[in-house]
């Protein structure tokens, strides 16, 4: 359920929010058979430590696998994703990707991207190797390794499948994890990633949580998210902050949740999305939830649904890192500070340039708070970009605009410490 742009992520018009203008965007990709099925997603960020100018952001673009770029916004590499089994099978469909430091290999310590891939219901892995200019993605998923969610090929085809994805590695223990969502669903896995004696990364499930799916609203009222007959409200967008174990869920149409990353314990409730309690129903000529009564007024003033990318800025000071989250139905992006809110802002047009245009109906962010040669010297976001402009009247296109991490600081006004 979407809303209409109205309000800004502060709970004022659209129009007072501050705006950053990107510094650079990938070319457009399409979602279509010409250019690959491929449909922009969600980002990550990789450092060259060695040489921070090389530095790589990896991204899923769906059923066109995974591209990466350049921080000129150029592409290096495509990866495919893996082919349908049978032609009557789903594809290999990309839905998130996030990064893992440091896995210990049986040929030395790597850092790894992982994906989540909804058509295989199954986690990919790639390692990275930054001094493989033209292609520094290598594809290191156990081939054993099982499916997520389902028990068979029909159930994947179902596609409740693997969604969204969080990576972290955990400080006390040394152990690499991925947090996963179903489709469709409420369901999250908690996965450890497994190094085989071939060199080969696999995983095992060590336990899943379901949020809620229905609440009680102040009145006493019952309200459930509207979606098509059968799916509950799923989550996609997720972040992890390692420094203290917090997982941040985007619930789509419910708003953002905060537990423990081994999702043990009781998940908190951040804040809501205004559509919050909201009566509606599913139109099916339409293929959308429409309004079925009054606003109760129980929904928050930040999100508009989707609440969709979540992703990490540094605290102030050295304190503890923010949550920012994208708010999808009203183009704009919500930060968040020890769980309250703490600005707001959109990513818009550069003046004078055409070719960088705003980010509408974001997906993915991500944020690399570290110096990354002279392109970013006090870091960097990215956004995936849900409208690419020029648009092509015949096929969707998308792509992800990069913000410099200090022009973000400058319009939240915060300084660099």
């Known amino acids: 359920m979407g809303a209409a742009p109205a309000a800004g992520a502060d709970g004022r018009s659209g129009g007072e929010l501050p705006g950053v203008a990107p510094r650079a965007q990938t070319p457009a990709v399409f979602d279509d058979e010409e250019g690959g099925n491929a449909d922009a997603d969600d980002p990550a960020i990789w450092r060259n430590a060695a040489d921070p100018d090389r530095s790589l952001v990896i991204t899923a673009v769906k059923e066109g696998g995974l591209r990466v770029y350049d921080l000129d916004a150029r592409e290096v590499q495509a990866v495919a994703a893996p082919p349908a089994p049978s032609p009557s099978d789903a594809p290999g469909r990309f839905n998130n990707v996030d990064l893992v430091h440091g896995l210990r290999l049986s040929s030395g310590r790597a850092d790894l991207a992982v994906t989540s891939d909804r058509g295989g219901d199954r986690l990919r892995i790639h390692r990275i190797d930054g001094d493989a200019a033209g292609a520094p993605l290598t594809d290191v998923t156990d081939p054993a390794a099982p499916r997520i969610f389902t028990d068979s090929q029909e159930e994947v085809n179902e596609g409740r499948t693997a969604y969204g994805l969080a990576a972290y590695t955990d400080r006390r223990s040394g152990r690499s994890y991925a947090v996963v969502s179903r489709a469709g669903t409420t369901e999250l896995a908690l996965l450890e990633l497994t190094a085989t004696g071939s060199g080969t990364v696999g995983y095992r499930t060590v336990r899943t949580l379901s949020l809620p799916a229905g609440f009680r609203l102040p009145d006493g009222s019952a309200w459930s998210p509207c979606g098509e007959p059968g799916e509950l409200p799923q989550v996609e967008g997720m972040v992890v902050d390692p420094a203290t174990?917090?997982?941040?869920?985007?619930?789509?149409?419910v708003g953002v949740w905060r537990l423990s990353a081994d999702l043990r314990g009781k998940p908190e409730l951040v804040d809501r999305v205004r559509e919050f309690g909201v009566p509606a129903r599913y139109d099916e000529v339409s293929d959308e939830c429409l309004p079925s009564g009054a606003d109760p007024g129980f929904g928050g003033a930040r999100l508009a649904a989707d609440v969709e990318g979540l992703t990490l800025l540094p605290g102030r000071a050295g304190g503890?890192?923010?949550?920012?989250?994208?708010?999808?139905?009203?183009d704009s992006f919500a930060v968040y500070d020890?769980?309250?809110?703490?600005?707001g802002f959109r990513v818009v047009a550069a003046s004078g340039d055409e070719a960088l245009d705003g980010v509408e109906e974001c997906d993915g962010a991500a944020v690399?708070?570290?110096?990354?040669?002279?392109?970013?010297p006090h870091g960097l976001l990215v956004v995936q970009d849900g409208h690419v402009s020029p648009e092509d009247e015949e096929r969707e296109a998308t792509g992800f605009?990069?913000?410099?991490?200090a022009d973000v600081r400058a319009a939240l006004g915060h300084r660099r410490h």
């Not at 174990?245 to 149409?253: C, F, S, V």
């Not at 020890?338 to 600005?343: K, L, V």
């Not at 605009?401 to 991490?405: E, I």
């Open 338 to 343: 020890r769980g309250r809110y703490a600005g």
């Open 401 to 405: 605009a990069f913000v410099d991490l």
């Open 320 to 330: 503890p890192a923010r949550l920012l989250a994208s708010s999808q139905g009203d």
């Open 368 to 376: 690399l708070d570290a110096p990354l040669g002279s392109r970013y």
């Open 245 to 253: 174990g917090t997982l941040y869920a985007g619930q789509e149409d």
